[in-house]
């Protein structure tokens, strides 16, 4: 019998020190952030110790082991701090009204869902450097958050942590038993999960999307789970009760959240500012990363942008230590750049492979008019359809909300799907620019799986997929993944701890180090594998 369980909550309780690490959180805010970690606009010729390149995950947990290990730490970051309200009182616009703020560098947003019922839904915008980035290859559109916290500002804030047997496939060469004792607690702690209180789960109207997504998987036999987050429940469940400020529940979510979530902002690059060691530089763009000239340590070069995006200085720092963490697409654009310009030629061969989708697939199915979503759906998913062990249908399918304020009786899914096609980034010698191979063919055995859950769930209900929400009559949002993931994969770009061999001092500890399908959403492993990493690099190079 197919059932709902809180397997990922055993897991996760696993983790020592979690009361401690949640006390700290409570106890940090953006605004101790931006006290303690002064935006610092880096001067031509500085020199640091430590550089971070990008604040997402593996850059604030770089950021902070590094400063409580007692080294001044600098991170550069091409996004801007997302710490001051607009004239509207707000930092960031809302789904259902965005505005320049939603969006990095464009005339128009670009939503994931893209129509409804024969209409676009994207609407002109001023061009700004906003929080979202669609960024578009020939073959797929990779969104990623821009700013001071990285992808953590615009994601749903879903915390899984992958099936063990699926890690122990993906990455051999590393100690399980050690990624799930001690690293995966360790990052599920400092990052402030937390889970829904099933009781009002399941009286919420908030939720209702999601009982109807559970009750029709259960209804042809597939297996439910509650997923765990970021966002804190406990505030939602205040939102609901009109005590606390609306964010989940009031339509935010990719284009930032004001209030609610535990964004990196608010816990690891809180706890890294706290140590006084830690300054951020934004909108600054790293375009370069070689060998200084003289006295050791790489040159770091990069471009001063303003918030339209237009280069406002060029400039050249020098640090000891480089951490690559500008996401699985920026950290291997900029390898593949380096060493195809030759600024760091014996970079490995494996640089730019094994990038994947994680095989995200977005889609919808209508519901019958007794099956309705709700016109109120909380943005933040609590619940996933876990296919997974089904070697035929290897599907784990997040419930999706569709907040558009009205009942639209459409389920919505980005399934994840266990699709081992990968593809490279290459230098374009012509362009100058690094394109990625990936053709929209490489989705197939993804949709097959998909169809596959998805089609008997159609079949028993009598009901069909939606063709309106990607275009005019596309069924499937596979041209889009969340879940950008490898070209400098752990122990084969890099060595078994991100290390760039080759080039003593320089790191990876991104999106990049995971070999393109982790099976679940990726911020927790992210995290957890950068912990461990960090915590060997700490050790054997700085001790
Ligand atoms: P990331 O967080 O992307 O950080 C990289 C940072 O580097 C960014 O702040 C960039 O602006 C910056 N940067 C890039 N290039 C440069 C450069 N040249 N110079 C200076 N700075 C640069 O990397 N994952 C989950 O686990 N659960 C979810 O619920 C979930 N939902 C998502 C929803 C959306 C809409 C999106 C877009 C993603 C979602 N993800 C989710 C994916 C997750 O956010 C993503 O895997 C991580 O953010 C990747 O972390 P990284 O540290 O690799």
Redesign the pocket.
């Known amino acids: 019998m197919p059932s709902t369980t809180s397997l990922s909550r055993r897991t996760f309780l696993v983790g020592a020190g979690m009361a401690a690490s949640a006390a700290a959180i409570a106890s940090t805010s953006s605004a101790s952030l931006a006290s303690a970690a002064p935006r610092r606009t880096l001067a031509e010729g500085a020199r640091v110790p430590a550089l971070v390149?990008?604040?997402?995950?593996?850059?604030a947990v770089a950021a902070l082991r590094l400063t409580r290990a007692g080294v001044d730490t600098h991170i550069?970051?091409?996004?801007r701090a997302w710490d001051t309200p607009g004239p509207d009182g707000k930092v960031f616009s809302g789904i259902l009204s965005p505005d320049k703020r939603s969006t990095w560098l464009s005339d128009t947003t670009d939503q994931p869902v893209s129509n409804f019922m024969g209409f676009g839904i994207n609407k002109k915008i001023d061009r700004y450097v906003g929080v979202?980035e669609s960024e578009k290859f020939a073959g797929i559109k990779v969104?990623?958050?821009?700013?001071v916290g990285?992808?953590?500002l615009?994601?749903?804030?879903?915390?899984?942590t992958p099936k063990r047997d699926f890690f122990e496939q993906i990455l051999p060469t590393i100690d399980a038993d050690q990624m799930y004792s001690t690293y995966f607690p360790r990052a599920n702690s400092t990052l402030g999960v937390n889970h829904i209180d099933e009781a009002w789960f399941e009286s919420t109207p908030w939720y209702q999307f999601s009982r109807v997504g559970r009750k029709t998987a259960h209804r042809s036999g597939f297996a439910t789970t509650f997923v765990p987050n970021v966002y804190d429940f406990e505030h939602m469940k205040r939102e609901a009760a009109g005590t606390a400020q609306a964010s989940a529940l009031g339509a935010e979510v990719?284009y930032g959240n004001n209030a609610g979530k535990r964004s990196l902002d608010k816990t690891y690059l809180a706890l890294a500012a706290a140590t006084g060691r830690l300054t951020v530089t934004t909108l600054?763009?790293?375009t370069a990363v070689e060998p200084a000239a003289t006295g050791g340590g790489y040159q770091v070069t990069m471009e001063q942008i303003n918030e339209q995006g237009g280069v406002i200085a060029t400039k050249s720092v020098t640090a000891d230590r480089v951490f690559f963490?500008?996401?699985?697409v920026?950290t291997s654009k900029?390898l593949v750049t380096m060493k195809a310009q030759g600024k760091l030629p014996n970079l490995s061969s494996q640089v730019g492979e094994e990038w994947g989708n994680n095989g995200n697939i977005m889609f919808g199915r209508a519901n019958h008019m007794w099956d309705s979503t709700g016109s109120k759906q909380s943005t933040i998913p609590a619940m996933g359809i876990d296919n997974w062990a089904d070697p035929t249908a290897s599907v784990f399918a997040e419930i999706a909300p569709l907040p558009a304020g009205l009942e639209t009786y459409v389920s919505l899914y980005l399934a994840i799907t266990n699709n081992p096609e990968r593809a490279r980034f290459r230098y374009n010698t012509a362009t100058g620019k690094v394109d990625l191979d990936w053709r929209a063919t490489q989705n197939q055995l993804g949709i097959d799986m998909t169809k596959r859950v998805f089609d008997k769930i159609n079949k028993k209900e009598g009901t069909i997929y939606r063709t309106d929400l990607f275009g005019v009559y596309k069924t499937w949002g596979d041209h889009l993944t969340?879940?950008p993931l490898g070209g400098c994969v752990l122990g084969r770009a890099t060595d078994d701890h991100g290390r760039l061999h080759e080039y003593p001092g320089l790191y990876v500890m991104?999106?990049a180090l995971v070999p393109g399908n982790v099976g679940v959403?990726?911020?927790?492993t992210?995290t957890a594998l950068a912990e461990r990493n960090m915590e060997a690099i700490i050790a054997a190079d700085l001790g």
């Open positions: 390149i990008g604040s997402g995950y593996g850059g550069v970051e091409m996004g979202l969104y990623q958050g821009r700013g990285g992808g953590s615009v994601n749903g804030g879903m915390a899984v990719i600054h763009r790293v963490a500008a996401g699985s920026g900029l969340y879940h991104d999106g959403n990726p911020f927790v992210i």
